[in-house]
C-alpha cells in the first residue's frame, strides 16, 4: 500500500472569500451613510429614500455579488483590471441604490437590475467566449523610439500652448466652492474654441500615459513629474474632479494592484476606504468639517451619485422620447434628437427644477437607458465591451502595466459621460493610439 498526502490549496477560496468580503463591506457602507446622512443632506438633488422591497432588494444584492465570485483575481490582460474598476466605480451603485431612492416601481427597480445584471455578465464574459479583437495585434512592425518621443513631445506641447493662450489668466487652482464657478468660466471659453478637445486629450491620453510610464519604469520618473504637473494645468481650466482624484488613486492602484496583479486588492482598496470613512463619521459625526466635506468627495460625489442619476434617466425616459443616440453629436446629423439642450441639462432640470444643473451620467444612463431604454442598457454593455477589448487586441502582454495606470482616467470618464464622448473627445481614442505605438517601440525603456 503506497501512502501520500494529499495538500489542498486553499488561497484561491480564501482570495475569493476576501473579495465577497469587501464587496458586501463596500455595499454596506454605502448604503448605510445613504439612509442616515445623505438622504437628509442632499434629499434637494434626489438623494431620497423609501424603503425598498426585500425581495427586490436581495435581488439586487444577487446582482451584486455574482460578478464577485467570477471575476478574476489576477491581471492577464487590461480588460481583467478594467471590469474590477467599473465594478466598483460604478456598477455596485447603479444596482443598488435606484432600488433604494425609491422613484420607480416595483416592476421597473426589476427591469433595471436585471438589464444592468446582464450588460455587465456580457462586459466580463470570458475571451474565449466572445473576444471581437482577436487575431488585431501585427507584430510586423516596430517603431522607432526616437522618433516616436520627437512626435509626442511636439504634439503635447502644441496642446498644451493651446490651452494656456485660450484661457490665459482664467486657469485657476480654486477649492470646493469655487469650482462650479471655474466650470461656468471654462464653459465660456470651451463654446469659443476648440480648446475642449485639447483639455480631452491632454487629461485623457497624453498625461496619463507619462504617469504610467513614470511608475511603471523605473529610470522615467521624470515622466510621473510632468503628468502631474499637466494634469494640475489642466485642472486650473475646469477645475474636472475626474482629473484630480485619478491623479490621485492612479499610484495607489499602481503599488497596491497594477504592481503585482493582484486585483483582489481593488476590494481593500474601496471596502476597506468606505468602511474606515463610514466609522470615522458613526464617532466623529457630521458637524466636522473636513470629514463632511470628505463624505461628500466620496460617498455623494464618487459612489452613489451615480447610481441615483441613473434613477433619474430610468425614471424620465420611461415616459419621455428616448434620442436612438443622437445624444452623440455625430450622429444627430442622421437621426433626430428630441430635446433643445442636451441629456445631462434635460435631466438636471429634471432632478433640481430651476437650477442650472448638468446631470452628466454613466455609459449606462447615457448610451443606454436615454438611448433605447432597458435594451439600450444591455447593449450599452455590448458597446462596451467591444470599445476596451480594443486595447487588449492592440496592446502587448508585456505593456499590460502601463495600459492598466494610463487607463484610470478613462474609466472615471465613462463613469460620468456617454462611451462615445469618453472615447472621441475625451481621450480614449488617443490614449489607445499612444498605447499601440509604445508597445512597438523596440526598446521602450
Not at 6 to 13: E, F, G, M, N
Not at 90 to 115: A, C, N
Not at 397 to 419: E, F, H, Q, R, Y
Request: glycine share 8%; proline share 4%; aromatic share 16%.
Amino acid at each position: 500500500m503506497i501512502a501520500g498526502t494529499i495538500r489542498l490549496d486553499v488561497k484561491p477560496a480564501l482570495s475569493r472569500a476576501s473579495i465577497v468580503f469587501w464587496t458586501l463591506l463596500f455595499s454596506l457602507s454605502c448604503i448605510d451613510v445613504y439612509i442616515n446622512y445623505l438622504s437628509t443632506a442632499y434629499s434637494l438633488f434626489g438623494f431620497s429614500y423609501r424603503s425598498p422591497s426585500p425581495g427586490i432588494l436581495a435581488y439586487a444584492f444577487l446582482a451584486v455579488l455574482v460578478p464577485a465570485l467570477v471575476l478574476p483575481r489576477k491581471i492577464e490582460r487590461v480588460t481583467d483590471f478594467v471590469h474590477w474598476i467599473l465594478y466598483f466605480g460604478l456598477y455596485i451603485s447603479v444596482v443598488i441604490f435606484p432600488v433604494l431612492q425609491g422613484d420607480l416601481s416595483r416592476t421597473d427597480q426589476f427591469r433595471l437590475v436585471t438589464s444592468l445584471f446582464a450588460s455587465f455578465l456580457i462586459v466580463i464574459a470570458p475571451v474565449r467566449f466572445w473576444h471581437p479583437t482577436a487575431g488585431l495585434r501585427d507584430k510586423a512592425f516596430s517603431i522607432d523610439p526616437r522618433a516616436f518621443w520627437q512626435l509626442f513631445i511636439f504634439v503635447y506641447v502644441l496642446l498644451n500652448i493651446f490651452v494656456i493662450s485660450a484661457f490665459g489668466s482664467r486657469l485657476r487652482l480654486v477649492g470646493l466652492e469655487q469650482i462650479y464657478e471655474q466650470r461656468g468660466v471654462a464653459s465660456d471659453v470651451e463654446a469659443s474654441s476648440f480648446v475642449g478637445y485639447a483639455i480631452g486629450i491632454l487629461s485623457g491620453a497624453f498625461n496619463p500615459f507619462l504617469i504610467a510610464i513614470g511608475l511603471c519604469l523605473p529610470r522615467r520618473k521624470f515622466s510621473l513629474t510632468i503628468g502631474i504637473v499637466g494634469q494640475l494645468l489642466i485642472f486650473a481650466t475646469a477645475a474636472a474632479k475626474v482629473v484630480a482624484i485619478s491623479t490621485a488613486i492612479a499610484p495607489f492602484l499602481y503599488f497596491l494592484v497594477v504592481r503585482k496583479g493582484r486585483l483582489e486588492n481593488v476590494g481593500l482598496i474601496f471596502g476597506g476606504g468606505a468602511c474606515a470613512l463610514w466609522v470615522a463619521l458613526g464617532f466623529v459625526g457630521t458637524d466636522n468639517f473636513i470629514l463632511r466635506t470628505i463624505i461628500s468627495l466620496t460617498f455623494m460625489r464618487a459612489f452613489c451619485i451615480t447610481g441615483v442619476v441613473m434613477a433619474f434617466y430610468t425614471t424620465f425616459f420611461l415616459g419621455h422620447p428616448l434620442t436612438h443616440f443622437s445624444h452623440v453629436h455625430l450622429l444627430r446629423y442622421f437621426i433626430h434628437y428630441p430635446y433643445p439642450d442636451s441629456v445631462g441639462e434635460v435631466i438636471g432640470r429634471y432632478m433640481v427644477p430651476g437650477a442650472p444643473f448638468d446631470a452628466n451620467a454613466s455609459f449606462w444612463a447615457t448610451d443606454g437607458m436615454a438611448a433605447l431604454g432597458f435594451y439600450g442598457i444591455v447593449l450599452a454593455g455590448v458597446l462596451f465591451r467591444i470599445f476596451f477589448r480594443l486595447f487588449d487586441g492592440l496592446i502587448q502582454k508585456t505593456d499590460t502595466k502601463v495600459a492598466c495606470v494610463a487607463i484610470v482616467p478613462l474609466l472615471m470618464g465613462v463613469t460620468n459621460s456617454s462611451l462615445f464622448t469618453s472615447m472621441l473627445s475625451g481621450g480614449g481614442g488617443a490614449l489607445l493610439v499612444l498605447l499601440y505605438a509604445w508597445a512597438r517601440i523596440s526598446n521602450p525603456d
